[in-house]
């Protein structure tokens, strides 16, 4: 990406706000979590049993694929409200290996299959959405792998301590986020936020990625947001581990556009202004 030169001034200025904006945002989400675990506390509510669906694109990485299934259903508590829906290339060359994987858990199991060509994957998420139907709704990647025991059941608990009929949204940590007050890879909708936009990715302004950015920017927008306090994922992510560069990947760095994307970012702020109140209304 193309940086600009700035003056020592200028760089002061900005590290400044960086640093306040760490603080501002550590303390927000901090209380804003205890404040709503107190009070769901206090008032006896009950826990939440929520469906979930787990929205995943794919592509030449079978074997990946079948450690992330193995890892889901070995930590998920109740595996019969979990939703896979899994989108393929039409001219997907592993599609046998992944065949065999659905084919021994799809037995105890819900997973959609779908083979469908689109030139991004937030095209690709946006058609999965499309297609789900339970209470909760997850972006997920085939590089990842859940590690977190009874995993569902927690996020039923977070999202329990709200109002589930209002859009909301809670970010659940990975072991790749630094500042897990400031970001999640993760972050998971309700179908009232889905059902207000009408989308789960902004794929009409960015190339490849860029969804989690979306939907945890809309969660500061509109502060209808908690961060779980559990590490529920490990990602083994391209970007910070060279044995995982694999074809997949360099397919999708080439129709990357990182300096337009970031242009985009900061040029449709007022789409996401507008989405945010449509969140709120």
């Known amino acids: 990406m193309l940086k600009q030169k700035r003056t020592i001034l200028q760089s002061l200025i900005k590290d400044l706000i960086k640093g306040f904006n760490r603080i501002y945002w550590f303390f927000f989400t901090f209380l804003k979590y205890y404040y709503n675990t107190v009070l769901f506390n206090i008032l006896k509510k009950k826990n939440s049993n929520y469906s979930i669906s787990l929205l995943l694109p794919t592509k030449l990485r079978s074997k990946k694929f079948t450690n992330m299934v193995k890892s889901l259903f070995d930590n998920t508590n109740n595996i019969r409200n979990i939703e896979l829906l899994i989108l393929f290339d039409e001219s997907e060359e592993q599609f046998n290996q992944y065949k065999e994987t659905i084919e021994q858990y799809n037995k105890v199991s819900n997973i959609n299959c779908y083979k469908k060509n689109f030139n991004t994957n937030l095209q690709r998420i946006n058609f999965l959405a499309s297609k789900c139907k339970n209470d909760l709704i997850l972006a997920i990647n085939d590089d990842i792998e859940f590690v977190l025991k ?79 306090h559990h590490i529920f994922i490990k990602h083994f992510n391209q970007f910070h581990l060279d044995d995982q560069k694999d074809q997949t990947y360099l397919d999708s760095e080439k129709k990357r556009n990182g300096d337009k994307d970031l242009l985009n970012w900061k040029k449709y702020n007022y789409i996401r202004i507008k989405d945010a109140k449509k969140l709120l209304n």
């Open 150 to 228: 009874d995993w569902d059941k927690i996020l039923s608990q977070e999202f329990s301590k709200i109002n589930n009929l209002k859009p909301f949204s809670v970010w659940i940590r990975s072991d790749d986020v630094k500042y897990k007050y400031l970001h999640s890879n993760f972050p998971v909708i309700n179908r009232a936020w889905y059902n207000k936009l009408l989308y789960h990715s902004p794929s009409k302004y960015f190339s490849q990625w860029w969804a989690d950015n979306w939907i945890c920017d809309l969660g500061k927008k509109t502060g209808c947001f908690l961060i779980t």
